[in-house]
């Protein structure tokens, strides 16, 4: 009943930042050596847990980053002339510290979301509202399952990119799966949960997750960025386990 006034009467943006000042104050509790967030550069003695099926020590306290906001982190920082040029990106449904760490830098940088409540621009990726060719970079993690028409986002993502661009995208998938699973007769949240592991997916990738991009064009390459890294480094970033975290690195040519 408090929960339902709660969100009845107050808005979600108010409700995002009241959940992130929360989780920072509960912060210092967790403070330690053991554990390392690259995305604020805070060391932890464990990680917060997180998801409808929790998974333990993956949230930051401090910036509320997830095994697979690191990873992209890491490959953000290593591996794309982010941080050195002046680019236009796209980056769907922003991720906090993500958006933090980007809209400090000396480039066009456009966050959107559906929801208006979280991002700066309202955007919906079946209908970018920008021009062809326009981006150089698309971040787009752990969105693509909740579309409905995700055929049509995929296409729309190509259309904005650049010829040389690259769309980052990530997704929830189920490893021990060949073929991503779909049954349109779910409808409810615990549905969704019970048959695609969230509340709010709309499928659940399997290993032809690529193949679903492909076949609207992109070229991909299937990226754990995991085994590049250092080995100690999952075991100190919290990397996940490869179901949340694989990065499909998308051009045109
Ligand atoms: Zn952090």
Redesign the pocket.
């Known amino acids: 009943m408090i929960k339902q006034l709660y969100k009845q009467f107050v808005s979600e943006r108010t409700r995002n930042n009241v959940r992130i000042r929360l989780r920072k104050a509960v912060s210092p509790f967790y403070s330690g050596d053991k554990y390392f967030?690259n995305?604020?550069d805070?060391s932890f003695r464990k990680f917060l847990s997180k998801g409808n099926v929790k998974r333990s020590n993956a949230q930051?306290p401090?910036?509320?980053?997830l095994e697979r906001t690191r990873i992209l982190n890491f490959y953000l920082e290593n591996e794309t002339s982010l941080f050195k040029n002046d680019l236009k990106v796209l980056h769907v449904a922003p991720e906090d510290?993500l958006f933090k760490i980007l809209k400090k830098l000396d480039i066009e940088y456009v966050d959107g979301d559906i929801n208006e409540a979280n991002a700066t621009h309202l955007i919906d990726l079946t209908e970018i509202p920008y021009s062809d060719n326009y981006f150089d970079l698309i971040i787009c993690s752990h969105v693509l399952g909740h579309i409905p028409d995700e055929a049509r986002a995929i296409r729309e993502m190509k259309r904005v990119l650049k010829e040389d661009g690259t769309a980052l995208v990530m997704t929830l998938i189920d490893l021990n799966s060949e073929i991503t699973f779909e049954d349109k007769s779910v409808n409810s949240d615990q549905q969704r949960l019970l048959k695609y592991g969230e509340s709010d997916l709309c499928r659940l990738h399997g290993l032809d997750f690529d193949q679903r991009l492909k076949s609207e064009g992109f070229k991909v390459e299937k990226i754990n960025y995991t085994e590049k890294l250092p080995k100690e480094y999952a075991e100190r970033y919290q990397l996940g386990d490869g179901s949340r975290e694989l990065i499909f690195r998308c051009t045109k040519i």
Do not use: D
């Open positions: 967030c995305c604020c805070r930051c401090n910036c509320g980053s510290c």
